[in-house]
Each structure stands twice: as structure tokens, then as C-alpha cells.
């Protein structure tokens, strides 16, 4: 059962350490681990966010970038090509005006009227206000400027490409065009009446050569069916300079279209605009119902954004900005086509363009996830791997605790055997353990211990039985003791003039009191009480001596020693002689004569006895002398009183008077007089030991201190003494 | 009981108190006779003794008898009403320099 215990216990405590420790160890490790999830979470949500920002900032700079540029070549190319068209009719008007001035060196060359014959073709035609009607008229200046058909015949590739016609008209009247459009209900032509040529025509004749190159609005004509178109026109000046006509140039809008459509798929919405914000060209340019396009204005009614856009284009800026349009966010950019005054612009949707950096934060965001998980798996693994070393260790500790715990126990089981063994007597038993640690120690302490318990048993049991000789001894003593007092009561059964009752109680097996009374003639009683100092073996001896001495110096009668006072006086002589040790005895002795109750008596240093007469005490009085064997030459007094029948005496020794209580209380001389008194009617026997167990009432349990001895003597008649004695 | 020596030139003092008594006595008895080797005299002050045995009597008798071989004294002062009356009822009163 022990054995298991401190297995336990060693067991558990190791276990419970490990425990413990692992715990703590994990509860760190874990709280690591976590932390570093937290740390992943918030930095992939902060590098997501940041990534995405910055992303979307380097798309939005490059695809603004990107599509200013693009704009930017749009308004370039655009502008080339109009300010080729321009400079071809700066060219035209210089050539017509050259013509002017040719006029006597050049042979006229007529162009025909407009003929639907030639419809479709690529021919000179002209026409005029009235149409034939007014040939006459105009023909010496139709013939001279017919000579322009080389220079515009020279022009016939561009005619292919974005110019649709090409034509002078003049300030008399009439039109010589060149293109595909010569029909025969174009005869009747007043070029004066359309706005274009209405327009510039005003400014030329009002300012002379301030007017330059001119650029209509988009418009549509009878023969462009329903496209539109502009016309660029340039004035030209007669030999004399003054105003003469205009080169006009016109050109389908649907051709800038074809530019700008070449990226709407890629760049999104193309729009240009003129300096009025109407759309010129634009990638979504839609025709009406009829069949006709038109010609809107850019402006988004309730857009200011926009709007304020469409505003810095026709005010000549160059730009990019990003707005809201039909609830669409769009980058826009756009530039200024110098030559026209135009401006053009690419749109984009934001969407578009963040599409990417959607679909990053999305890339990130799923990074994070599965760079989550990979941190959640380690977590797992590590869990793993902490459950089955904690599995592992904890059986490891388990394993050595019950190997170590068996070590330790194993000899402390030895030892507990080996202690049963000698507890059970065996003290020959002897514990052999070679450990090297303290529990050998201990072994060897224990078999000392068994070495010593067998010397120190053999010493008591001789001890003991020195002891038990010397109490048998005592005992023996005490018996020899006992018998050298009178014992038997009632010592003279043929004389009752008096009863007498005496008994000594020792504090050790002997004692140093003895009492004794005798006949020392017919009718003299002699009764002794004597203490002698001290008690033990000691005292015992030196009473047996006394007693003795008294006895036989009292018995010899008046031939030796005499008195009572010869009698201590003779004895004193002898007991002081040798006495070294100092010993002495308290002694009372009296002569009772019987007859007469006459009491003579002699104190040597003791306590006065308790005379009851007439049912009083009072205490029997005489000078003591000194104590026995105290000094040599003691000289002692007799003193004498008489007894009455119904008289007693009570001897005694301060074994009595000085017996003591728990409180260190006396039982003193007074007590004892109460206590005669109360059983002073009591047959002697009782008389006394109804005295005793006061005392023993009043010790409380306290040890008796010192012997107690009782001599009780009661005078009764004086009749038969008188009988016995004659 | 206590017992308490004060040695001053040839007189000796024993102060004693409490109970001299069979267990006492021969305690006292060791340090009383050997004083007389060194003072001529020797003086008890029994003011703190309540009583006194039988056992304690003998030493003050021993003492008594060794001053009186040795030519020295022994005075015993302030004896209380207690321990005067045993030395009365036992004849010591005679016998020792009771002053």
C-alpha cells in the first residue's frame, strides 16, 4: 500500500510539473501563432487595399494617359487632313485668282452645264443662278476660269478619299465643281444663296482681305443624301484684286467618322465637336427616321459636368477629366483641332479601365485566403504535433516517474520491512542498502538505532531487575518495618482501664516515624511517637535504632533508666555518639500509670499531643527539649497531668499538621483540633481514620508529603487497674 | 525553594525563600558546609522561608555543630512567627544563634 502511494505521489507530481509546463508552453505558442493570423489577415486586407489603390491610380494615370494621347494623334491626324484640304484651297483660290490675272494670255475653256448623263462620273460641270439662261452673261469669265480644270483634275485622287466635290463658285453667279454629282436639275445653281458661301462672302466684301479660310457647320444638301458634310472655302480675288468668289471644298463628315470609329471598340466613345459644341463627328452618329443624320449639339441637358467638359473643348483646351454620363463613369479626353477650331474626344468607361484592378483585389483577396488557410493549416499541424508530444511526453514522464518512483520506493520498502522486523523485536535485524544516498544513510542510522535498542534493552532489563530486587527489598523492609510495630489491637485484651489505637503511614516504602507503647511495670504504659528527620531507607534505619534504644532503656524500669526524661536523656547520650550523618529524632514519650491516670511525659523537639478532657482539646504543654541526637548533655524537662476516665490523648507527628494541599496550604494544628473534636465519640480505629480522610480530603490528591503517624489512647476507668495492680 | 549567596569578605549570606523541605535540604546542605571552609562567618536570612521539615532542620543542625567545630558562627536572622514556632517546638531555638 506505501509503496503505491509514494509512486503516486512521485507519479503525480511529475506528471502534474510536466503538465503544467506543456501547457503553458502550447498556451504561448498558440497565442504566437495566432497573433501571426491576426498579422496575416490585417496585412493581406492592407496590401489588398493598398494594392488595389495604387493599381487603380497607375491605371487610371495610364489609361487617361493613354487615351489623351490617343486624342491627342486623333486631333493631329485630323488636323492634317483638314489643313491639307485648307491649303488646297488657299491653292485653288491663288490658281483662280492667277487665272484672273492671265486673262488676254489664256484661251477660254468651256465646261458643260450639269448633265445627267455624266451623273456618277467624276466630271467638270457647272451651273448658275439661271441656268442656261444665263450663259451669255457669264461666259467670257466662265471660259477664262474653266481653265482651273487642269489643277482640279490633278486632284482627282483626293477625290477618292475624303473630298467629295471640289468647285469655284463666283460673286456673278455661277459654279464649276468638280465630283460625281453633274445632274441635270443641278444646272439651275446660285451658289450666293447658300449659307456657306453667305457667310464668308459677307466677310470678304466688307473687309477685303482680312477673310481667310472658312469652315461651315455640318449640313446636308440635296445630293449628299442625308450624310453630312462641311465645306472648307477659301475667297479668290479678281486681277484687280477685289473679291471675286469663293474655292469650296466639301467633305463627309462620315470620313472623320471613319477615323475616329477606327478606335471607339478599343477606346470606347468618339465624339468632335466645332467651336458652337455641335457634334461633327461622332462614333455613335445616328441617322433619323428619314434617313437623314443630325446635326446635334454636344451639350447633355442637366450634365454640368459634362457640359463644363464640352466647354473647355470649344474653348481650344486640351485636357482629360472623368465624368458621369446616362449614369456611367467615363475617363474622357480630349483635344483641340487647331486648324478648325474643333475639338476631339475619346470617352471610356471607368469600369473598363478598374476591370483589372478589380479583378486584382479579387486576385489578392484570394490569396490571402489560401495564404489564411496555409496559416490555419500550420496551426492545425502544429496542433497536431503539441497533442501527440504532449501524448508522447506525458507517457515518457509517466514511464521514468514509475521507473524513478520504483528506485526510491524500493529501498524506503526495504527499510520499512527491516523497521517492522526490529519494532517487532527482532533487534538482530539488519538493513542492507548500497543506494549511496541518504536513505542508505538511513539504513545505517536505523541499524545503529537496532544496535543501540538491543544494548539499551539489555541495560534496562538489568537495570530493571536491580530495581525490582531493591523494591523487593524495600518491600521486604517495609514488612520488617511494620513488624517491629505493635499491629495487633486490641495489644492487651486483659486490660481495659484504656484502649489505645495506633498506625503509621509511610510517604516512601519505609518510613522514619515509628509509635510504640508498652508495659514498662504493671501499671505503667509507656506510648512513643518519634519522627526522625528525613525518610527513605535512611531514616528507617536510624528509626529502627531509636526505637530500639528507647525501648530497651524504658523497659529495664526505674533500675536503669528511671523517668522518661532519664530515659531521652540516656538515649540522647548514645544516639549522639557516631552520628556523623547528622540524623536526629523528634520524640514524645509518656508513662500512663494506670491506677491512677496519672500521665508523665517527656518532649524531645515534638510536636505536642492533643489532650481531650471534658470534651475539649487542648494541647499537652511542656518546654520540649531538644530533638534526640542533636546535641549531647540535652537535658529535657518532665512535665505531668492526670487523666480522667473518658480522657484521651492523640499523638501524632507533622506528617499531619504539615500535610499540604494543591495550594501549598498547611493542614495545620487548628484543622486537626477541629477534626479531633468532631470525632472524638468515634471508637479509637475509626477515630483515626476518620482523621486520615480529612487529611486526605484536605491533600486534595496532593502527594503525601511525609509519613503520617496516629497514636490514639483513651483513659476509661481507674477500677480494675486497681484490681489488676494489687 | 531558592537559595541565593552573597560571599563578602569572611561572611558568607544564604538568603532563602519558599519551602525548606526533604527535597531542598540537601541541595542547601551542599552549598552550607563547604561555606565554613571560607568564612568564619556564615549568616541565614530566613525572611522569604515559610516552612521548614524535619530534612531542612538536620542541615541548619549540621551547619550549627560545623560552626561550632570550625570556631566560626552562624547567626540566623529574620525567623518568621511560622518557622520560629517549629524551631520552638523542636528545642532548636536553644540550640542555634537565632538573633
Not at chain 1, 544513510?441 to 538505532?449: E, H, P, T
Not at chain 1, 470534651?615 to 534526640?628: D, I, Q, R, T
Amino acid at each position: 500500500m506505501k509503496k503505491k502511494r509514494i509512486e503516486r505521489k512521485i507519479l503525480s507530481v511529475a506528471v502534474g510539473i510536466s503538465v503544467v509546463s506543456l501547457a503553458a508552453f502550447c498556451a504561448v505558442a498558440f497565442r504566437g501563432l495566432y497573433s501571426v493570423r491576426a498579422h496575416v489577415l490585417q496585412s493581406s486586407a492592407k496590401l489588398g487595399e493598398s494594392a488595389a489603390a495604387n493599381s487603380g491610380r497607375v491605371l487610371e494615370q495610364e489609361a487617361v494617359g493613354r487615351l489623351l494621347d490617343r486624342a491627342q494623334g486623333h486631333s493631329r491626324f485630323i488636323n492634317e487632313r483638314l489643313t491639307g484640304i485648307a491649303k488646297d484651297a488657299v491653292y485653288f483660290a491663288g490658281h483662280v485668282t492667277e487665272i484672273y490675272k492671265s486673262a488676254g494670255k489664256l484661251a477660254p475653256v468651256y465646261i458643260p452645264y450639269a448633265s445627267s448623263e455624266n451623273n456618277g462620273k467624276l466630271v467638270m460641270w457647272m451651273a448658275s443662278a439661271n441656268g442656261a439662261a444665263d450663259y451669255p452673261r457669264i461666259r467670257g469669265e466662265a471660259g477664262l476660269l474653266g481653265n482651273v480644270k487642269p489643277a482640279f483634275v490633278s486632284n482627282a485622287d483626293d477625290m477618292e478619299a475624303l473630298t467629295r466635290s471640289l468647285y469655284l463658285a463666283t460673286e456673278s453667279g455661277f459654279i464649276i465643281s468638280y465630283d460625281r454629282f453633274s445632274d441635270d436639275r443641278n444646272r439651275i445653281f446660285d451658289p450666293r444663296a447658300r449659307r456657306w458661301y453667305r457667310e464668308s462672302a459677307d466677310i470678304c466684301r466688307a473687309y477685303g482681305d482680312s477673310c481667310g479660310t472658312g469652315w461651315t457647320d455640318p449640313y446636308n444638301d440635296a445630293s449628299s443624301e442625308g450624310k453630312l458634310l462641311v465645306t472648307c472655302s477659301h475667297p479668290f480675288k479678281g486681277a484687280d484684286g477685289s473679291f471675286k468668289g469663293m474655292v469650296g471644298i466639301d467633305l463627309f463628315i462620315e470620313d472623320l467618322n471613319t477615323v475616329v470609329n477606327v478606335d471607339s471598340g478599343k477606346y470606347g466613345h468618339a465624339v468632335v465637336v466645332n467651336r458652337k459644341a455641335t457634334v461633327i463627328a461622332s462614333s455613335d452618329m445616328k441617322r433619323r427616321p428619314d434617313g437623314v443624320f443630325e446635326a446635334k449639339s454636344a451639350y447633355v441637358e442637366g450634365n454640368a459636368e459634362y457640359n463644363s467638359v464640352i466647354d473647355r473643348m470649344t474653348g481650344g483646351e486640351s485636357g482629360s477629366a472623368r465624368v458621369g454620363i446616362d449614369g456611367k463613369e467615363m475617363y474622357m479626353a480630349y483635344a483641340c483641332i487647331p486648324v478648325t477650331g474643333w475639338s476631339v474626344a475619346l470617352m471610356r468607361p471607368v469600369s473598363e479601365v478598374m476591370g483589372p484592378v478589380t479583378e486584382n483585389s479579387a486576385a489578392i483577396e484570394s490569396m490571402t485566403k489560401r495564404s489564411l488557410g496555409a496559416v490555419n493549416n500550420a496551426i492545425m499541424s502544429v496542433l497536431i504535433a503539441f497533442v501527440v508530444g504532449f501524448a508522447l511526453v506525458v507517457a515518457a514522464v509517466i514511464y521514468l516517474a514509475r521507473m524513478l518512483s520504483a528506485k526510491i520506493s524500493r529501498p524506503i520498502v526495504t527499510l520499512e520491512g527491516g523497521l517492522a522486523r526490529i519494532a517487532g523485536g527482532e533487534l538482530d535485524t539488519r538493513i542492507a542498502l548500497k543506494t549511496g544516498d541518504e536513505i542508505e544513510q538511513l539504513g545505517d542510522s536505523v541499524n545503529a538505532m537496532a544496535r543501540e535498542l538491543k544494548k539499551y534493552i539489555s541495560n534496562l532489563q538489568r537495570v530493571t531487575a536491580d530495581k525490582e530486587r531493591i523494591s523487593a527489598e524495600l518491600g521486604v523492609a517495609t514488612k520488617i518495618q511494620e513488624s517491629m510495630l505493635p499491629r495487633v489491637f486490641p495489644p492487651f485484651p486483659g486490660r481495659p482501664e484504656f484502649d489505645i489505637y495506633a498506625s503509621m503511614e509511610p510517604a516512601k516504602e519505609v518510613g522514619g516515624d515509628f509509635y510504640d507503647f508498652f508495659f514498662v511495670e504493671d501499671n505503667t504504659l509507656a506510648v512513643i511517637v518519634a519522627d526522625v528527620s528525613g525518610k527513605g531507607v535512611p531514616a528507617a534505619l536510624f528509626m529502627v535504632v531509636a526505637k530500639t534504644l528507647i525501648k530497651n532503656n524504658a523497659q529495664c524500669g526505674w533500675k536503669c533508666a528511671g523517668s522518661p526524661k532519664e530515659v531521652f536523656e540516656k538515649v540522647n547520650g548514645i544516639l549522639c555518639d557516631g552520628n556523623d550523618t547528622g540524623m536526629f529524632v523528634t520524640a514524645f514519650m509518656g508513662y500512663l500509670d494506670t491506677g491512677t491516670g496519672k500521665f508523665r511525659y517527656v518532649n524531645a523537639g515534638h510536636t505536642p499531643p492533643i489532650l481531650i478532657t471534658g470534651g475539649k482539646c487542648a494541647a499537652v504543654k511542656v518546654k520540649p527539649g531538644f530533638v534526640l541526637a542533636g546535641l549531647e548533655d540535652t537535658r529535657y524537662t518532665e512535665g505531668e497531668l492526670t487523666m480522667r476516665p473518658g480522657d484521651g490523648l492523640f499523638l501524632y507527628t507533622d506528617g499531619i499538621t504539615e500535610a499540604v494541599n494543591g495550594q501549598n496550604a498547611l493542614f495545620g494544628q487548628t484543622r486537626l483540633a477541629e477534626a479531633v473534636n468532631v470525632y472524638n465519640n468515634l471508637p479509637l480505629k475509626e477515630f483515626t481514620s476518620a482523621i486520615k480522610r480529612e487529611i486526605d480530603k484536605f491533600a486534595g490528591g496532593a502527594e503525601q508529603a511525609d509519613d503520617i503517624t496516629m497514636l490514639a489512647l483513651r483513659y476509661t476507668s481507674t477500677a480494675p487497674s486497681d484490681g489488676k495492680a494489687a | 525553594m531558592e537559595l541565593t549567596k552573597t560571599q563578602c569578605g569572611g561572611k558568607a549570606t544564604f538568603a532563602l525563600s519558599g519551602r525548606l523541605d526533604a527535597t531542598a535540604a540537601p541541595e542547601f546542605q551542599a552549598v552550607l558546609i563547604p561555606a565554613f571552609d571560607e568564612a568564619s562567618l556564615v549568616e541565614l536570612d530566613l525572611a522569604a522561608l515559610t516552612y521548614v521539615s524535619s530534612a531542612g532542620l538536620r542541615v541548619l543542625l549540621l551547619g550549627e555543630k560545623t560552626a561550632k567545630s570550625k570556631g566560626a558562627a552562624m547567626p540566623i536572622r529574620n525567623v518568621s512567627q511560622e518557622i520560629k514556632e517549629i524551631f520552638d517546638m523542636t528545642g532548636f531555638s536553644d540550640i542555634l544563634n537565632i538573633v
